[in-house]
């Protein structure tokens, strides 16, 4: 079993910043690309950005330039930094990792429940 946890979601004026953590619990025997998705209320899930283990990072272009993600492979941990945020970027944020586990061979993918960020003012 495997679970990711996020924390850090809220409310934030446009302009501010918020700092999203996800981590990884389980039987994990490697953590490959990890990823922060986000879904607006009517919109399909997108990719906001990924890490691969290697530290090899990608964004999409709507956060490019304002968003950093980042991980701890000591601690199973990504994370996202959110600045200058704006009111389109009111979503919830899922984090998402491919994860061999204990069980298995390969790599699958896990997906957090999702926190809630709000900017508005």
């Known amino acids: 079993q495997v679970q990711l946890v996020e924390s850090g979601g809220g409310l934030v004026q446009p302009g501010g910043s918020l700092r999203l953590s996800c981590a990884a619990s389980?039987?994990?025997?490697?953590?490959?690309?990890m990823g922060w998705y986000r879904q607006a209320p009517g919109n399909q899930r997108q990719l906001a950005a990924s890490?691969?283990?290697?530290?090899?990072?990608n964004y999409a272009d709507s956060v490019r330039g304002r968003f950093t993600i980042s991980r701890d492979n000591a601690k199973n941990t990504v994370y996202l930094q959110m600045n200058s945020l704006k009111p389109e970027d009111t979503a919830v944020y899922y984090c998402?990792?491919?994860?061999?586990?204990?069980?298995?061979?390969?790599?699958?993918?896990?997906w957090g429940k999702g926190t809630l960020v709000t900017v508005s003012s």
């Open positions: 389980g039987s994990i025997v490697s953590i490959y690309d």
């Open positions: 998402s990792a491919q994860i061999r586990t204990t069980e298995r061979r390969y790599g699958m993918d896990y």
């Open positions: 890490i691969t283990n290697g530290g090899i990072t």
